[in-house]
């Protein structure tokens, strides 16, 4: 199978590396998550189906179609994607979701994918960023594709290792980034924080893990 790479707006370009990573990085000098299935709503209504890749540090979902094509999505024209793991089933959704890019006391704001690992009054959130060492633009590509009008060039970013960043949405839309997880945590949890902590402890959790620190947020939605 080739792997196509589009980096901004909606672009199509083949080169001919397998995609072997199911929901996990790809190799090579730009970072990737491949799923074999999924889908990908967008904005004007309209859903797409299949194998779905993303590119996190430029924020492109590509999508292969039926026809061996490839349509690439901005957040802009993103709902919302849902992508699956084979054979496990394993399922990931990520919303498009106005972020200042965690810039204090800024008003601008743009749409940023996000997953999302549950749901509730208080919502956890991540973002896997690769550490850049570098950018620049490769030749000029262009494509044209139908939900994007005009043409836009490839850039390329290179990428030596990836950071994991949380973060919470609270009920208002704000977002709040969990620079240190656990002080973080508790304060947002406020007067029920000690319920929270005897939680942890009684239940061995910590705050390294997603699927504990899911448990940890669900408990304090729960309260």
């Known amino acids: ?66 026809d061996g094509t490839v349509s690439a999505f ?13 054979p496990s089933g394993k399922t990931y959704l990520f919303r498009t979701k106005m972020w200042d890019l965690g810039r204090a006391y800024s ?10 690992l549950n749901q509730g009054a208080l919502t956890l959130m991540r973002r896997e960023l690769p550490v850049t060492r570098s950018t620049g633009s490769a030749n000029s590509v262009y494509d044209r594709s139908r939900y994007n009008s005009g043409f836009y060039p490839v850039k390329y970013v290179a990428a030596e290792q990836g950071q994991e960043l949380y973060y919470v949405l609270l009920p208002n839309g704000e977002i709040v980034t969990l620079r240190n997880v656990r002080k973080d945590l508790h304060r947002l949890f406020g ?7 005897e939680y942890v402890k ?22």
């Open 202 to 223: 009684e239940k061995n959790l910590d705050y390294e893990r997603p699927y504990k620190l899911v448990a940890i947020i669900n408990y304090f939605n729960s309260l």
């Open 74 to 86: 901005s957040p802009v024209n993103v709902q919302y994607f849902v992508a699956q793991e084979q």
């Open 191 to 197: 007067k029920k924080s000690g319920e929270v902590k």
């Open 1 to 66: 199978m080739r792997k196509y790479i589009a980096m901004i707006g909606v672009l199509v370009v083949a080169v001919g590396t397998s995609l072997n990573a199911m929901g996990q990085y790809d190799g090579g000098d730009l970072e990737t998550r491949y799923w074999p299935e999924g889908k990908v709503i967008l904005t004007n209504g309209d859903t797409i189906y299949g194998p779905l890749t993303l590119y996190p540090a430029q924020d492109v979902i590509n999508v292969q179609n039926p």
């Open 107 to 116: 008003d601008f704001k743009k749409p940023t994918f996000f997953e999302q």
